[in-house]
């Protein structure tokens, strides 16, 4: 379901955007040619996130105990190693797919479905995947930057990379009563719990930023770079906008 929506919004969006594509230097100059378009997707992705996003975030921070808000997301986190796991592999780290392989093992028995992070007690750390990064390590560029509807910035390589990570999640192919709202509810919970982990951090970049827009992109670019190198990357806690 998320990978027919991300298709069919990366469709659109190209083709309303192409047909406003701008021949500005300093925006080829950003790789950003789409950026009138962009602009205005931004726009509207923002003002969803106050009119909505960020009210129900602060709801859920305030309303949730910090103790089951910490439970859903390593529950999160967990369900996503299979996907950590995979990209691990196909980059050739044989450390970090052990860790996540013992990770999601300890996890999933120990820590009871993965509620409770028993690994990093354990000193097994965790570190974040996907294969937009698989690419970038394999020397895709990252293409003309684009933002989507609901989807925030989603550049070629990102888009195709969120595509693959799907259909490496085992859960994609399992079938159950009630498995779509399952999934359903397992994204809107991931969207909830990174908004509410982000607040305070977008919140002060917004106030201190002369043009949003151009600094969510910088932003966007250092954190994907960095992970791509293997550096920490700053400011990873932001949500797509």
């Avoid at 003309?144 to 693959?164: H, I, M, Q, T, W």
């Avoid at 908004?195 to 992109?217: H, K, P």
Wanted: hydrophobic content about 40%.
């Amino acid at each position: 379901m998320r990978a027919r929506f991300s298709l069919a919004a990366a469709v659109c969006a190209s083709l309303a955007l192409s047909a406003c594509a701008t021949k500005d230097p300093q925006s080829l100059a950003q790789n950003d040619p789409w950026e009138p378009g962009n602009r205005q997707v931004f726009a509207f992705d923002v003002q969803l996130d106050h009119a909505v996003a960020t009210p129900v975030a602060k709801f859920y921070r305030s309303a949730v105990p910090e103790l089951a808000r910490d439970s859903i997301h390593n529950a999160l986190t967990n369900l996503n190693a299979p996907v950590v796991f995979v990209n691990d592999s196909i980059q050739g780290d044989g450390g970090k797919a052990t860790d996540t392989f013992g990770r999601f093992m300890v996890n999933s028995t120990v820590g009871l479905a993965g509620l409770i992070d028993v690994a990093t007690k354990m000193g097994i750390p965790y570190h974040d995947n996907d294969f937009g990064i698989t690419l970038g390590k394999a020397g895709a560029a990252e293409g003309s930057y684009l933002v989507l509807p609901f989807l925030g910035p989603k550049p070629p390589r990102d888009l195709v990379g969120e595509g693959v990570d799907i259909a490496f999640d085992p859960l994609t192919y399992m079938s159950w009563n009630d498995s779509t709202l399952y999934m359903i509810v397992r994204v809107g919970l991931g969207v909830l719990d990174s908004r509410a982990a982000s607040i305070d951090a977008v919140e002060s970049i917004e106030r201190s930023s002369i043009d949003f827009y151009a600094t969510t992109r910088s932003l966007y670019r250092q954190n994907r770079n960095a992970q791509i190198n293997g550096d920490k990357a700053q400011n990873s806690d932001l949500p797509n906008f």
